[in-house]
């Protein structure tokens, strides 16, 4: 079964400094797409960025850039010069390429302090 | 483009009430999905439709949760009747999505807070 593990219940940062979220999945799969997606106290889900499996090349957005290690199955997170309006709840999420069904993490909760 | 909407965005109702969300999807979107988040379950897909068409409804908890897509831009998801287990958060999201999937972005509404009393 595939699964999605984000193994920070809860983050903090700086503002201006940089942090990185973890997300690890498990798939047998070769093909594949990953997403991260913010939640902050509006509750409204916003796409951060998104991965192709295929693509060796990192997905970057702005500030906030993946580190994908496919071997390793590690899908990580880095923003950088947090700013108070980063403060959300992050959740990766995983597709196979023959399903329309996501698989969700468990979120990680990241609050910027000023 | 508008995005996602979804109305309302909080219902507060009381058990053994009907509740009916509504959900306008994105312009040429041609797959719907509707999710429902809460702290211990977090974010459960309740069913899918694609073209119109339900697809995928194994996860609508029981007999009490109907949907429905009349058209291409609306879609409902009724509760009846409410009880309080039934309070969540409820999204509505759309895609370009085929049948089968292949890795399109779903786009997501800003949700509805339902709470039964």
């Known amino acids: 079964a595939q699964t999605v593990t984000q193994s920070q219940p809860e983050m903090s940062v700086q503002e201006a400094e940089t942090v990185t979220l973890s997300c690890t999945y498990d798939?047998?799969?070769?093909?594949?797409?990953l997403f991260w997606y913010k939640q902050p106290p509006s509750r409204q889900m916003i796409l951060v960025i998104r991965?192709?499996?295929?693509?060796?090349q990192n997905a970057t957005e702005n500030r906030f850039s993946v580190n994908f290690q496919k071997a390793a199955k590690s899908f990580s997170l880095k923003i950088s010069d947090s700013q108070l309006g980063d403060t959300a709840m992050y959740f990766c999420?995983?597709?196979?390429?023959?399903?329309?069904?996501?698989?969700f993490g468990t979120g990680t909760r990241l609050k910027v302090l000023a | 483009d508008a995005g996602v909407i979804q109305s309302p965005r909080h219902e507060v109702t009381e058990m053994g009430q009907e509740v009916t969300l509504r959900c306008k999807p994105i312009?040429?979107?041609?797959?719907l999905f509707w999710y429902r988040q809460t702290m211990m379950r977090g974010l459960e897909l309740l069913i899918y439709?694609?073209?119109?068409?339900?697809?995928?409804d194994s996860g609508m908890p029981e007999d009490r949760f109907s949907a429905k897509m009349p058209n291409a831009s609306f879609s409902t998801l009724k509760i009846q009747p409410s009880e309080p287990r039934d309070s969540a958060v409820y999204f509505c999201?759309?895609?370009?999505?085929?049948?089968?999937?292949?890795?399109?972005?779903?786009?997501f509404g800003p949700g509805t807070r339902l709470l039964v009393l």
């Open positions: 999201a759309s895609s370009l999505a085929g049948l089968a999937g292949s890795g399109e972005t779903q786009y």
């Open positions: 312009s040429g979107h041609n797959s």
């Open positions: 991965q192709e499996a295929y693509k060796q």
């Open positions: 999420a995983f597709t196979g390429s023959g399903t329309y069904k996501y698989i």
């Open positions: 798939t047998s799969e070769n093909n594949y797409y």
């Open positions: 439709f694609n073209n119109n068409v339900p697809i995928d």
